[in-house]
Protein backbone atom coordinates (compact mmCIF):
# COMPACT_ATOMS: atom_id res chain seq x y z
CA UNK A 1 0.00 0.00 0.00
CA UNK A 2 1.45 3.49 -0.87
CA UNK A 3 1.94 5.93 1.86
CA UNK A 4 -0.52 8.11 0.76
CA UNK A 5 -3.07 5.51 0.82
CA UNK A 6 -2.32 4.87 4.69
CA UNK A 7 -2.56 8.19 5.68
CA UNK A 8 -5.75 8.41 4.06
CA UNK A 9 -7.37 5.21 5.46
CA UNK A 10 -5.89 6.58 8.82
CA UNK A 11 -7.44 10.00 8.55
CA UNK A 12 -10.67 8.41 7.32
CA UNK A 13 -10.70 6.03 10.26
CA UNK A 14 -10.12 9.08 12.84
CA UNK A 15 -13.34 10.91 11.13
CA UNK A 16 -15.65 8.31 11.77
CA UNK A 17 -14.27 7.47 15.10
CA UNK A 18 -14.81 11.44 15.81
CA UNK A 19 -18.30 11.02 14.03
CA UNK A 20 -19.37 8.26 15.92
CA UNK A 21 -18.02 10.39 18.96
CA UNK A 22 -19.65 13.18 18.60
CA UNK A 23 -22.95 11.53 18.06
CA UNK A 24 -22.62 9.82 21.21
CA UNK A 25 -21.85 12.67 22.85
CA UNK A 26 -24.86 14.95 21.32
CA UNK A 27 -27.19 11.84 22.37
CA UNK A 28 -25.59 12.12 26.20
CA UNK A 29 -26.06 15.88 26.18
CA UNK A 30 -29.67 15.55 24.68
CA UNK A 31 -31.12 13.11 27.32
CA UNK A 32 -28.78 14.88 30.10
CA UNK A 33 -30.50 18.21 28.91
CA UNK A 34 -34.10 16.67 28.74
CA UNK A 35 -33.77 15.23 32.23
CA UNK A 36 -32.65 18.25 33.91
CA UNK A 37 -35.54 20.20 32.06
CA UNK A 38 -38.18 17.48 33.25
CA UNK A 39 -36.36 18.00 36.78
CA UNK A 40 -36.21 21.94 36.59
CA UNK A 41 -39.75 22.02 35.32
CA UNK A 42 -41.23 19.69 38.23
CA UNK A 43 -39.39 21.65 40.86
CA UNK A 44 -40.49 24.55 39.58
CA UNK A 45 -44.05 23.41 39.75
CA UNK A 46 -43.91 22.35 42.61
CA UNK A 47 -42.88 25.43 44.04
CA UNK A 48 -45.44 26.98 42.07
CA UNK A 49 -47.74 25.15 43.81
CA UNK A 50 -46.96 25.39 47.45
CA UNK A 51 -46.62 29.14 46.71
CA UNK A 52 -50.39 29.58 45.59
CA UNK A 53 -51.32 27.51 48.06
CA UNK A 54 -49.83 29.73 50.76
CA UNK A 55 -51.08 32.51 49.03
CA UNK A 56 -54.33 31.18 49.42
CA UNK A 57 -54.10 30.23 53.30
CA UNK A 58 -52.63 33.92 53.91
CA UNK A 59 -55.79 35.21 52.11
CA UNK A 60 -57.80 32.71 54.13
CA UNK A 61 -56.59 33.92 57.01
CA UNK A 62 -56.95 37.94 56.24
CA UNK A 63 -60.37 37.10 55.52
CA UNK A 64 -61.59 35.00 58.76
CA UNK A 65 -59.27 38.09 60.97
CA UNK A 66 -61.01 40.43 58.59
CA UNK A 67 -64.71 39.07 59.15
CA UNK A 68 -64.07 38.29 63.44
CA UNK A 69 -62.84 41.81 63.56
CA UNK A 70 -66.18 43.51 62.11
CA UNK A 71 -68.30 40.55 63.99
CA UNK A 72 -66.10 42.33 66.90
CA UNK A 73 -67.20 45.18 65.82
CA UNK A 74 -71.09 44.53 65.33
CA UNK A 75 -71.39 43.32 68.57
CA UNK A 76 -69.78 46.72 69.86
CA UNK A 77 -72.19 49.00 67.97
CA UNK A 78 -75.09 46.41 69.05
CA UNK A 79 -74.51 46.67 73.11
CA UNK A 80 -73.68 50.54 72.26
CA UNK A 81 -76.83 50.70 71.11
CA UNK A 82 -78.71 48.75 73.38
CA UNK A 83 -77.60 50.79 76.36
CA UNK A 84 -78.30 54.39 74.11
CA UNK A 85 -81.67 52.72 73.70
CA UNK A 86 -82.40 52.73 77.41
CA UNK A 87 -81.04 55.89 78.49
CA UNK A 88 -83.02 57.15 76.12
CA UNK A 89 -85.94 55.90 76.68
CA UNK A 90 -85.40 56.56 80.66
CA UNK A 91 -85.21 59.79 79.42
CA UNK A 92 -88.51 60.34 77.37
CA UNK A 93 -90.47 58.46 79.94
CA UNK A 94 -89.04 61.40 82.79
CA UNK A 95 -89.78 63.97 80.32
CA UNK A 96 -93.37 62.17 79.79
CA UNK A 97 -93.90 62.23 83.75
CA UNK A 98 -92.59 65.98 83.55
CA UNK A 99 -94.77 67.22 81.27
CA UNK A 100 -98.36 65.05 81.97
CA UNK A 101 -100.86 67.67 83.23
CA UNK A 102 -102.36 63.93 85.37
CA UNK A 103 -100.84 64.24 88.58
CA UNK A 104 -101.23 61.19 91.12
CA UNK A 105 -101.21 60.78 94.81
CA UNK A 106 -97.61 60.08 96.34
CA UNK A 107 -95.80 61.01 92.98
CA UNK A 108 -92.87 63.18 93.05
CA UNK A 109 -92.88 66.91 92.69
CA UNK A 110 -92.93 68.92 90.01
CA UNK A 111 -89.12 69.79 90.98
CA UNK A 112 -88.36 66.76 91.69
CA UNK A 113 -89.33 65.63 88.13
CA UNK A 114 -87.67 68.72 86.41
CA UNK A 115 -84.86 67.44 88.10
CA UNK A 116 -84.93 63.83 86.77
CA UNK A 117 -85.83 64.69 83.43
CA UNK A 118 -83.34 67.26 83.09
CA UNK A 119 -80.33 64.49 84.55
CA UNK A 120 -81.53 61.36 82.24
CA UNK A 121 -81.22 63.61 79.15
CA UNK A 122 -78.06 64.78 79.95
CA UNK A 123 -76.80 61.11 80.33
CA UNK A 124 -78.44 59.76 76.99
CA UNK A 125 -76.37 63.09 75.54
CA UNK A 126 -73.53 62.20 76.92
CA UNK A 127 -73.18 59.05 76.11
CA UNK A 128 -74.43 59.42 72.69
CA UNK A 129 -71.73 62.26 72.18
CA UNK A 130 -68.90 59.59 73.41
CA UNK A 131 -70.32 56.89 71.21
CA UNK A 132 -71.29 58.56 67.86
CA UNK A 133 -68.46 57.32 66.11
CA UNK A 134 -70.50 54.12 65.92
CA UNK A 135 -73.03 55.65 63.64
CA UNK A 136 -73.42 57.53 60.73
CA UNK A 137 -74.22 61.32 59.94
CA UNK A 138 -78.02 60.84 59.51
CA UNK A 139 -78.40 58.78 62.47
CA UNK A 140 -76.42 60.96 64.35
CA UNK A 141 -78.76 64.42 63.62
CA UNK A 142 -82.08 62.10 64.34
CA UNK A 143 -80.50 61.57 67.79
CA UNK A 144 -79.59 65.14 68.40
CA UNK A 145 -82.39 66.11 67.23
CA UNK A 146 -84.90 63.87 69.31
CA UNK A 147 -82.82 64.83 72.46
CA UNK A 148 -82.43 68.56 71.86
CA UNK A 149 -86.01 68.65 71.00
CA UNK A 150 -87.18 66.84 74.53
CA UNK A 151 -84.99 68.58 76.27
CA UNK A 152 -86.14 72.06 74.59
CA UNK A 153 -90.11 71.02 75.69
CA UNK A 154 -88.24 70.57 79.33
CA UNK A 155 -87.25 73.42 79.74
CA UNK A 156 -90.22 75.84 78.49
CA UNK A 157 -92.06 74.00 80.45
CA UNK A 158 -90.17 74.34 83.68
CA UNK A 159 -90.12 78.13 83.46
CA UNK A 160 -93.93 78.07 84.06
CA UNK A 161 -93.82 75.03 86.38
CA UNK A 162 -91.48 77.25 88.95
CA UNK A 163 -94.34 79.35 89.49
CA UNK A 164 -96.86 78.95 92.58
CA UNK A 165 -100.08 78.68 90.88
CA UNK A 166 -101.78 80.75 93.89
CA UNK A 167 -99.97 83.30 92.92
CA UNK A 168 -100.73 83.66 89.33
CA UNK A 169 -103.00 86.00 87.76
CA UNK A 170 -106.02 84.68 85.80
CA UNK A 171 -104.15 85.45 82.91
CA UNK A 172 -100.84 83.87 83.85
CA UNK A 173 -102.41 80.91 85.09
CA UNK A 174 -104.27 80.56 81.21
CA UNK A 175 -100.82 80.95 79.74
CA UNK A 176 -99.33 78.35 81.87
CA UNK A 177 -102.22 75.97 81.13
CA UNK A 178 -101.50 76.77 77.35
CA UNK A 179 -97.99 75.93 77.29
CA UNK A 180 -98.29 72.95 79.16
CA UNK A 181 -101.15 71.34 77.10
CA UNK A 182 -98.65 72.24 74.18
CA UNK A 183 -95.74 71.17 75.47
CA UNK A 184 -97.63 67.39 76.51
CA UNK A 185 -99.45 67.21 72.92
CA UNK A 186 -95.64 67.97 71.52
CA UNK A 187 -94.16 65.37 73.89
CA UNK A 188 -97.21 62.54 72.92
CA UNK A 189 -97.47 63.40 69.31
CA UNK A 190 -94.17 64.31 67.57
CA UNK A 191 -91.62 62.52 70.37
CA UNK A 192 -93.10 59.18 69.83
CA UNK A 193 -92.47 59.23 66.06
CA UNK A 194 -89.35 60.76 66.04
CA UNK A 195 -88.27 57.95 68.34
CA UNK A 196 -90.57 55.55 65.91
CA UNK A 197 -88.05 56.33 63.19
CA UNK A 198 -84.95 55.95 65.30
CA UNK A 199 -85.92 52.69 66.36
CA UNK A 200 -86.56 51.41 62.77
CA UNK A 201 -82.58 52.95 61.95
CA UNK A 202 -81.34 50.82 65.08
CA UNK A 203 -82.63 47.79 63.86
CA UNK A 204 -82.18 48.28 60.28
CA UNK A 205 -78.38 48.38 61.89
CA UNK A 206 -79.11 45.31 64.04
CA UNK A 207 -80.31 43.28 61.13
CA UNK A 208 -77.17 43.81 59.45
CA UNK A 209 -74.99 40.69 61.20
CA UNK A 210 -71.88 39.53 59.64
CA UNK A 211 -71.93 36.20 58.46
CA UNK A 212 -69.59 35.25 60.97
CA UNK A 213 -71.99 36.40 64.01
CA UNK A 214 -74.80 34.52 62.30
CA UNK A 215 -72.75 31.16 62.23
CA UNK A 216 -71.73 31.57 66.11
CA UNK A 217 -75.62 32.60 66.96
CA UNK A 218 -76.63 29.58 64.87
CA UNK A 219 -74.00 27.73 66.88
Known amino acids: MEIWQSILLAIGGNTALLAVLAFVAKSLFEKVLT ?32 QVRFSRLHERRAETIAKLY ?10 ESFLSPIGWV ?36 SLD ?14 VWASYNDAKLSNDSAKQKQEAWLKNWQA ?33
Not at 39 to 64: C, H, P, V, Y
Not at 145 to 158: A, C, P
Not at 190 to 217: M, T, Y
Open 35 to 66: RDTKKFESDLKAKSDAEIERLKNQLQIRSIEH
Open 86 to 95: GLIVEALWAA
Open 106 to 141: GEPSMKEKHASAMNKLVDAFRYFDQHKIYFDEDLCE
Open 145 to 158: KLLRETRSLVIEFS
Open 187 to 219: IKNDIPEARRQLENKFRSILGNLPEVAKSQHVQ
